[in-house]
């Protein structure tokens, strides 16, 4: 009996030390920057107030257990005061989500303790002003058990966050009220992926005919549902949140409210060449930005969709 304890004790022991040795701590310093940026593939430009100079913020990725030593740094030539807002994770809205002056730091650090696809967002006042200014980012937890039946390996990876485009000078009330709403930025630009229905559309999303696409889907807007579906196209598999526990079959259209998170694999034919949109259902959205081209060719670029081509800017 006492050498049987003895034996689970070390196999206990063991594993916890594996666990701990596998887990890391990720520094992520990102700087709050406001200026002028392109808000479609003409280069027509708008005041946004941004994470690192991006819509979408810098993409943070870690893994299930890992903590994260995070700084943001408000730059001292901004004139509004921000704040960060990682949905990520478990901590202090009053202390750590704390709002900083131009010329500030602040530092906190929290355990990503669930695996899935996160927003992070300013969470300043107005927070309806920060966010539709473009003040988010996505956040992937990677499950520490890796990839299983339940959640397979995918050949490519893309990140897609539908954001709000309102009128230049809408105020912070107008644009909680929805008022002076202009259009659906994907990640950053409307009609950002869809040289079909913009002329100056350069870019669109690629595969393999029959490779396993995954799509990490953030609604950043901030009232509107996103209603996602892959015109000619069935979603094979869902995750709510992007948690393996949490798994959808043979999906058609995806309901995500704001400030929520989906992780989506589509599988194209492997006999031919084809194409799909992913658009947000809402006609209102979609014929005012939210389409994305996804091409299924032979030809498709071997690097969109891998390492540091998973938002395509």
């Known amino acids: 009996m006492k050498h049987r304890t003895l034996s689970t004790a070390l196999l206990l022991g063991t594993a916890l030390l594996s666990a701990n040795v596998l887990a890391a701590t990720r520094k992520i310093e990102i700087p709050v920057r406001e200026l002028e940026l392109p808000i479609d593939n003409a280069g027509t430009t708008a005041p946004m107030w941004t994470y690192g100079g991006t819509i979408p913020g810098p993409l943070v990725r870690v893994k299930e257990g890992?903590?994260?030593?995070?700084?943001?740094?408000?730059?001292?030539?901004?004139?509004?005061?921000?704040?960060?807002?990682?949905?990520?994770?478990?901590?202090?809205?009053?202390?750590?989500?704390?709002?900083?002056?131009?010329?500030?730091?602040?530092?906190?650090?929290?355990?990503?303790?669930?695996?899935g696809v996160w927003i992070y967002h300013c969470g300043a006042d107005s927070m309806a002003e920060h966010i539709s200014r473009g003040m988010y980012g996505v956040v992937i937890v990677d499950p520490k058990a890796g990839y299983s039946d339940n959640y397979p390996k995918p050949d490519r990876e893309y990140v897609l966050v539908h954001g709000d485009l309102f009128e230049t000078g809408a105020s912070a009330e107008?644009?909680?009220?929805?008022?002076?709403?202009?259009?659906?930025?994907?990640?950053?630009?409307?009609?950002?992926?869809?040289?079909?229905?913009?002329?100056?559309?350069?870019?669109?999303?690629?595969?393999?005919?029959?490779?396993?696409?995954?799509?990490?889907?953030?609604?950043?807007?901030?009232?509107?549902?996103?209603?996602?579906?892959?015109?000619?196209?069935?979603?094979?598999?869902?995750?709510?949140?992007?948690?393996?526990?949490?798994?959808?079959?043979?999906?058609?259209?995806?309901?995500?409210?704001?400030?929520?998170?989906?992780?989506?694999?589509?599988?194209?034919?492997?006999?031919?060449?084809?194409?799909?949109?992913?658009?947000?259902?809402?006609?209102k959205h979609a014929l005012k930005g939210g389409i994305t081209v996804l091409m299924n060719s032979k030809d498709a670029d071997p690097g969109k969709g891998h390492g540091d081509q998973l938002i395509l800017r």
């Open 174 to 283: 107008e644009r909680t009220a929805g008022e002076k709403w202009k259009g659906v930025l994907v990640n950053g630009k409307v009609f950002h992926y869809d040289p079909v229905h913009d002329a100056n559309a350069s870019i669109a999303l690629e595969s393999k005919p029959g490779e396993r696409v995954r799509i990490y889907f953030v609604n950043a807007m901030i009232n509107e549902w996103a209603a996602f579906h892959p015109i000619a196209g069935i979603w094979d598999r869902v995750w709510d949140n992007g948690n393996p526990q949490n798994v959808l079959h043979g999906m058609q259209t995806m309901s995500v409210p704001p400030a929520h998170a989906v992780v989506l694999d589509l599988i194209s034919p492997a006999d031919r060449p084809t194409n799909n949109a992913l658009v947000d259902h809402s006609m």
């Open 66 to 115: 890992d903590v994260v030593d995070f700084t943001l740094i408000n730059e001292a030539g901004n004139k509004n005061s921000h704040s960060m807002d990682f949905h990520a994770g478990r901590l202090d809205v009053l202390t750590d989500f704390e709002a900083i002056k131009p010329g500030q730091k602040k530092q906190f650090s929290f355990k990503a303790e669930y695996p």
